[in-house]
């Protein structure tokens, strides 16, 4: 299993796209700044809708980012390693996307005031999600069977490692002025409500009209019908689109 791929100080990533080199800069030299906004989750937790609430937030509800900026450029992945140099490049407040447990996120991060808001949700929706997302990936072990998924999700023997460690790493920044914890469920059960909380998390104001465009345009139609934020810009050497969606049912 681990051919299959890029091992970094005992956790596993997707051996396309990642360098084990960009992964011990952005622990040990990457310096986050006190205006940055950084989300940050477990893979396959509902990350590109949160995405897509905080890009129209900052655009206070005007579409034309959204519709015309790929979600990796509007949020890079910080460990990615095309990411990894655009972001040491760009000037002022960045907005910026993870998947890191907390061992390996930048330790800058820590004496900070940087914001972050970390996105839970429910590991068996998850293990789902991760069971048809990663068949589409290269550079990652494809299982063959949902029981064989099941194995590995609970060995931790999947891109970025366990779940469990994930969330317990993470939820012991909870309190902190500079750090949300918003759940996947809590935005299907009452999205306006929990706009509103990260719009105040953000120290954000949007008036109603521009409220009600963002959440007119983060239904799960608005995002699988555009094509800057369904992965389907993404080349074939890094996602076999004919194999299935990013976004497949959205509940």
């Given at each position: 299993?681990?051919?299959?791929?890029?091992?970094f100080?005992?956790?596993?990533?997707p051996?396309?796209?990642?360098?084990?080199?960009?992964?011990?800069?952005?622990?040990?030299?990457?310096?986050?700044?006190?205006?940055?906004?950084?989300?940050?989750?477990?893979?396959?937790?509902?990350?590109?809708?949160?995405?897509?609430?905080?890009?129209?937030?900052?655009?206070?509800?005007?579409?034309?980012w959204?519709?015309?900026v790929?979600?990796?450029?509007?949020?890079?992945?910080?460990?990615?390693?095309?990411?990894?140099?655009?972001?040491?490049?760009?000037?002022?407040?960045?907005?910026?996307?993870?998947?890191?447990?907390i061992?390996?996120?930048?330790?800058?991060?820590?004496?900070?005031?940087?914001?972050?808001?970390?996105?839970?949700r429910?590991?068996?929706?998850?293990?789902?999600?991760?069971?048809?997302?990663?068949?589409?990936?290269?550079?990652?072990?494809?299982?063959?069977?949902?029981?064989?998924?099941?194995?590995?999700?609970?060995?931790?023997?999947?891109?970025?490692?366990?779940?469990f460690?994930?969330?317990?790493?993470?939820?012991?920044?909870?309190?902190?002025?500079?750090?949300?914890?918003?759940?996947?469920?809590?935005?299907?059960?009452?999205?306006?409500?929990?706009?509103?909380?990260?719009?105040?998390?953000?120290?954000?104001?949007?008036?109603?009209?521009?409220?009600?465009?963002?959440?007119?345009?983060?239904?799960?139609?608005?995002?699988?019908?555009?094509?800057?934020?369904?992965?389907?810009?993404?080349p074939?050497?890094?996602?076999?689109?004919?194999?299935?969606?990013?976004?497949?049912?959205?509940?």
């Open positions: 299993m681990a051919s299959d791929y890029l091992w100080e005992g956790i596993p990533f051996s396309v796209g990642f360098r084990i080199e960009d992964l011990k800069s952005v622990k040990n030299e990457f310096v986050v700044r006190d205006e940055d906004f950084i989300t940050l989750s477990y893979p396959k937790s509902g990350t590109h809708w949160l995405l897509e609430i905080i890009s129209l937030i900052y655009s206070k509800g005007d579409p034309n959204v519709q015309s790929p979600m990796w450029d509007r949020s890079p992945w910080i460990e990615t390693e095309e990411a990894h140099e655009q972001l040491q490049k760009k000037e002022g407040p960045r907005i910026y996307t993870s998947h890191l447990p061992q390996l996120f930048p330790k800058s991060f820590f004496d900070s005031k940087a914001k972050m808001i970390y996105l839970l429910n590991p068996r929706d998850v293990l789902t999600s991760n069971f048809y997302f990663f068949r589409l990936l290269s550079g990652v072990k494809h299982p063959q069977t949902f029981d064989q998924c099941f194995e590995w999700f609970l060995q931790g023997n999947v891109p970025y490692g366990s779940w460690d994930h969330c317990q790493g993470w939820l012991q920044m909870r309190g902190k002025e500079n750090f949300l914890v918003v759940t996947y469920e809590e935005l299907h059960q009452d999205l306006r409500t929990t706009v509103e909380k990260i719009i105040q998390f953000l120290g954000k104001k949007l008036g109603p009209e521009e409220l009600n465009s963002l959440l007119k345009h983060v239904s799960f139609k608005a995002m699988k019908d555009n094509k800057m934020s369904n992965l389907t810009l993404l074939d050497t890094i996602m076999d689109h004919s194999q299935g969606k990013l976004l497949r049912k959205g509940s």
